[in-house]
């Protein structure tokens, strides 16, 4: 198989990969559902920030300043560019988290009424559901979940036979074509792609159903963004949000991308300096978009790193991105069903779904499976992933995770796989 891009110059750009970490093994990182490691450019990004115009932005007229305003802004066209959007229309949030809480707060409470539904999905990370709850709540509004597909009684964990996959994990659409025909909806909320099961959903479908009732449809892009190329405009969803932290860039920058004319009704989700026109003792006004929404100092450094973070990606080409991905994805899925006792949630189709692998083998614990790999080197994620009403329709308390990216390798993939072996014969597991 030949790789669509360069994945050794690429992890050489990467200085942490080349870490020893427990009894000296090589670090493999597979927890990029979670974060994912930062290239040299953009810490030295960040650097040269710090080291050569640390100064605010928008506030002063020397050069400092003047070039800080620059790169800070700058960041924000290339994040427009990235997902097809206009400057005005990118706001800066500290990640998807809050970029969801702000719509909830400045949006939700301004137009969701007593007696109107929210709807999400089953799949929802926490960060899509809790503020959808406390709005309701509030609001004397309705909750109501998408299912997804899934048999919970698909087939025993212990089992000695290989993988045993449940089903894809897709949601139920006719759930969604029920809840809009019988409840008054006033948005939709769904993830793009699912940070447990790796499914992609259909948001442009979603989108085109919500659009003829009057529905805004918000989506998470926290697990999409950093793996396949974005155009809200071809979408056409009316909120979008996302982090940097997942797509090479640092930590305290998030996205919420909203339609000019949604952002212009709201009202600001926090109060301060540089989010306003005017200030009086008994009144004031707001500044033009998108600083109405971005009060007090920014995280101005990690802006510019994520600025470039998206170069870097860019560079690759997010085409390529997604293509060197999906060959990864088709070679897990084919190196995980040699696994006995191991049961895979979520499609086996490359083509549906992403590079985030749950599982659970046999019954081992997910936490005591994620130490047995970590001895080897290779860093997963082990628990409910934020995603505990999911972990309840699965029928599990907890799963293992693997979460590949571009940097990532058949190779560590196939160390993997060996250490799951190793896993198995330590716990007696799997036949």
Same mark, same amino acid.
């Given at each position: ?12 750009? $990467? ?19 979670? @974060? @994912?490691q930062k290239p040299r450019q953009v810490i030295d990004a960040i650097y040269n920030y710090y080291m050569n115009y640390n100064a605010n932005i928008h506030r002063a007229v020397h050069q400092l300043s ?5 790169? +800070? ?18 706001? $800066? ?11 909830? +707060? ?37 909750? /109501?979940?998408?299912?997804i597909d899934y048999n919970a009684d698909g087939g025993s964990s212990t089992s000695s036979s290989t993988i045993n996959y449940s089903d894809d994990g897709s949601l139920i659409m006719d759930d ?15 993830? /793009? ?45 009316? $909120? ?14 998030? &996205? ?40 007090? @100092?920014?995280?101005?450094?990690? &802006? ?24 990864? @994805?088709? +070679? ?6 040699? &696994?006995?006792?191991?049961?895979? +949630? ?9 590079? &985030? $692998? ?8 997910? /936490? ?64």
């Open positions: 198989m030949l790789s669509i891009i360069d994945v050794e110059r690429i992890r050489a750009d $990467f200085p942490i990969l080349s870490r020893k970490v427990r009894n000296g093994k090589r670090l493999i990182y597979f927890d990029n559902a979670a @974060t @994912t003047e070039e800080a305003t620059e790169a +800070y802004e700058g960041a924000r066209s290339k994040v427009a560019r990235f997902i097809n959007a206009k400057d005005e229309e990118v706001v $800066f949030v500290r990640n998807a988290t809050e970029a969801i809480n702000l719509v909830a +707060y400045a949006w939700g409470r301004a137009n969701i009424d007593a007696g109107d539904t929210i709807v999400v999905s089953e799949m929802e990370h926490h960060s899509n559901i809790v503020p959808w709850q406390l709005l309701a709540k509030e609001k004397g509004a309705k909750l /109501h979940y998408i299912r969604l074509y029920d809840v809009i025909s019988h409840a008054k909806v006033k948005l939709v909320a769904i993830s /793009h792609m699912s940070n447990v099961l790796g499914t992609i959903n259909p948001v442009k479908e979603i989108v085109d159903i919500c659009r003829d009732k009057g529905i805004r449809v918000l989506v998470d892009g926290a697990q999409s963004t950093p793996h396949m190329p974005i155009d809200v405009k071809d979408i056409d969803c009316d $909120f979008f949000a996302f982090s940097a932290h997942k797509m090479l860039g640092p930590t305290g920058v998030g &996205v919420l991308y909203a339609k000019r004319d949604i952002l212009d009704a709201m009202d600001p989700f926090i109060g301060g300096g540089d989010m306003i026109r005017e200030v009086h003792k008994h009144a004031a006004s707001w500044n033009d978009l998108p600083w109405k929404f971005e009060a007090g @100092t920014p995280n101005i450094a990690d &802006v510019i790193g994520f600025g470039a973070a998206i170069d870097y990606l860019n560079a690759i080409g997010m085409e390529n991105v997604r293509a060197y991905e999906h060959q990864l @994805t088709e +070679y897990m899925l084919s190196r995980l069903m040699e &696994v006995k006792g191991l049961r895979l +949630y979520g499609s086996k189709e490359a083509d549906r779904r992403g590079a &985030v $692998f749950s599982f659970n083998l046999a019954d081992i614990h997910p /936490h005591d499976l994620a130490t047995i790999l970590d001895e080897d080197g290779i860093a997963i994620r082990s628990g409910h992933h934020c995603a505990q009403p999911l972990m309840e329709r699965l029928g599990v308390a907890a799963t293992s995770r693997a979460s590949l990216y571009i940097y990532n390798t058949r190779e560590e993939i196939d160390r993997f796989i060996d250490s799951l072996e190793r896993a198995r014969l330590i716990f007696r597991v799997g036949g």
